[in-house]
């Protein structure tokens, strides 16, 4: 029984200073810039939002493109792309507006 507690008395000091090691590190500050690196269990099938298919294709495509609009935290619609919108025709016909992001008044 002696040595069991002994043991036991051990495995307590090397968790406590485990913990203690591993919480060293956890208070760095955070490092801007560099490279982030993804790696995907598949290839992804593109990038074409409208074609893409596949899991790797949806979490790509939600990290480089936005929408017009997005849903919050409420699980209500808000603007994301748009400003405003309306709908007409009884839900048949949504019309969308938007800023302004380019100059199209040389064509």
């Known amino acids: 029984m002696k040595g069991h507690t002994y043991l036991s008395g051990w495995m307590l000091v090397l968790v406590g200073w ?10 760095e500050q955070p490092k801007y810039g560099g490279t982030l690196r993804v790696a995907w269990e598949a290839d992804v099938t593109g990038f074409d939002p ?19 609009v997005t ?17 007409q025709e009884h839900g048949k016909v949504y019309v969308f507006r938007g800023k302004k992001l380019w100059n199209l008044d040389y064509l």
């Open 18 to 27: 485990l913990l203690l090691v591993s919480s060293v590190g956890a208070g």
């Open 50 to 68: 409208a074609t893409s298919v596949g899991l790797q294709a949806f979490y790509i495509k939600g990290n480089l493109f936005n929408t017009l």
């Open 71 to 87: 849903i919050d935290a409420n699980l209500n619609f808000v603007p994301e792309l748009a400003v405003s919108w309306e709908v």
